[in-house]
């Protein structure tokens, strides 16, 4: 079972960015899936953005052309590059990972993201 721990999140302003990470404790080369989903008060977890073993990546249309997934195998760490951040992508993120097609997800705790002026 791999552990995540998310990181990056903070406060920032309209049309600012920010960088996530999601450290795993273990190798996440050729990893079924990885991605990132976000909840915001009073609303449903939400699919963001996914990664797979063979780095094809698809992303929500609210975030496509301002947020981009990445992973660094050597680093055992999944990424998400926000930018031209909007009040709307306040949230708590989460990062999730399936080693397998048919395992379990795990996840991270989650990171805070506060866009505001």
């Known amino acids: 079972q791999v552990q995540l721990v998310e990181s990056g999140g903070g406060l920032v302003q309209p049309g600012g960015s920010l960088r996530l990470s999601c450290a795993a404790s273990g190798s996440i080369f050729n990893a079924y899936a990885m991605g990132w989903y976000r909840q915001a008060p009073g609303k449903q977890r939400e699919l963001v953005t996914t990664?797979?073993?063979?780095?094809?990546?698809d992303y929500a249309d609210s975030v496509k052309g301002r947020f981009t997934i990445s992973r660094d195998n050597k680093a055992n760490t999944l990424y998400l590059q926000m930018n031209s951040l909007k009040p709307e992508d306040t949230a708590v993120y989460y990062c999730?990972?399936?080693?397998?097609?048919?395992?379990?997800?795990?996840w991270g705790q989650g990171t805070q993201v506060t866009v505001s002026s």
């Open positions: 999730s990972l399936k080693k397998w097609s048919w395992s379990p997800p795990s």
């Open positions: 990664i797979d073993s063979r780095g094809s990546t």
